[in-house]
């Protein structure tokens, strides 16, 4: 079993930053994939960013390409996410998740085992 758990999130002013973290317990995770997602009421669960096993490979959400910044410290067993620039329509709850025995493409929810319980970002304009 692994144990995920977010924090960092907050209010913050539009064009402003912030970062979230993972931590992860009851087992390593440095030999699986991890990523974050969002959610509102109003949308399901969307693909933010998702970061290979060993950090070569990083992918990103359209809406979030070149403003937020994924990374991993396998030492610390713990995931990031820097947001910069942000706008209100990156208000959400943020999720993070690992791949263990999942499979598939990691912009999609199905290929996750392991989710936290999510953190509110709230981005004021």
């Known amino acids: 079993q692994v144990q995920l758990v977010e924090s960092g999130g907050g209010l913050v002013q539009a064009g402003g930053s912030l970062r979230l973290s993972c931590a992860a317990s009851g087992r390593t995770v440095s030999n699986y994939a991890m990523g974050w997602f969002r959610q509102t009421p109003e949308k399901e669960r969307e693909f933010v960013a998702a970061?290979?096993?060993?950090?070569?490979?990083?992918y990103y959400g359209d809406s979030v390409d070149g403003r937020f910044i994924i990374s991993r410290d396998n030492a610390k067993n713990t995931l990031y996410l820097r947001m910069n620039s942000l706008k209100p329509e990156d208000t959400g709850v943020y999720y993070c998740?690992?791949?263990?025995?999942?499979?598939?493409?990691?912009?999609?929810?199905?290929?996750?085992?392991?989710w936290g319980q999510g953190t509110q970002v709230t981005v004021a304009s």
């Open positions: 970061i290979s096993y060993s950090s070569s490979s990083t």
């Open positions: 998740a690992v791949q263990i025995d999942g499979s598939g493409s990691l912009a999609s929810r199905g290929a996750y085992d392991y």
